[in-house]
């Protein structure tokens, strides 16, 4: 028996990094999995590897900082499935070396409705569906910028920071309808998106301070690793976490 067996669950990103990983741990442990992003090739790559595991996948191209697509992933779920009982907002992108007086209004815009805004529109279609087959679970993705940061960062931490709070409210808002929601702050991960910053920064993830090592506090994760941490929050076996946000940093924000 899987841990998620009978379940239908959302994720989006899914294309690359944590939200594909996520798919195919979430589609292992026997949910059917609805994977949404912008990317159809990558999509189609984490959708292959759930088909050659026997595993159920629904695909849907979907660019969810937008209400009208966001609504169809979820439509999409119910027409294919019937019931949905998880959502895990994945999808994400970064933003660097920008303070609120260099930043663009409409690259303020893009960040807060790919990291935030597409946070409130997929819970927001989902919930109904959610409540009708008596609750379940959304998980947000966060991170660390949202509570300590460095300079350059004022629209990721925003959105960031709007994760964490808008996971603590919709927690309180849903409770009765036994809905658990709650925040994932993830520190350093191996994701296409980190590399690509290295690569901007002309360096490496090590020359970052991003370090292997698991001997080294804040060291790099997996997205696999990550992965079993959102099937973890899904599971029946974290019934009472909900409302605050989970630390999957490898103690990142321990350090002085």
Known sequence: MGRLDGRVAILTGAARGIG????????????????????????????????????WVREVVADV????????????????????????????????G??????????????????LKSV????????????AVGGGAILNVASPHAFATGEGLAA?????????????????????????????????????????HAERMNTTLDDLGFYADPGKMGRIATPTELAHT????????ASVVTGAPIFADAGLLSRL
């Open 20 to 55: 594909q990983a996520a798919a195919i741990l979430f589609a292992r442990e026997g949910a059917r999995v609805v994977i949404a992003d912008t990317d159809p090739v990558g999509m189609h790559e984490t959708a292959a590897t759930i088909r050659t595991r026997n595993g």
């Open 65 to 96: 900082s937008r209400a009208e697509d966001c609504r169809e992933v979820v439509e999409a779920a119910m027409e294919w499935a019937g019931r949905l009982h998880i959502v895990a907002n994945i999808a994400g992108v970064g933003q660097f």
């Open 98 to 115: 920008a303070t609120v007086e260099s930043i663009s209004e409409e690259e303020w815009d893009r960040v807060l409705a790919i990291n």
């Open 120 to 131: 409130f529109l997929m819970s927001k279609y989902a919930i109904p569906h959610i409540r």
């Open 156 to 196: 990721y931490a925003a959105s960031k920071g709007g994760v964490v709070a808008l996971s603590r409210q919709m927690a309180h808002d849903f409770a009765k309808d036994h809905i658990r929601v709650m925040s994932i702050i993830p520190g350093p991960v191996d994701t296409p998106m980190l590399r690509a």
């Open 230 to 237: 959102l099937l973890w929050l899904a599971s029946d076996e």
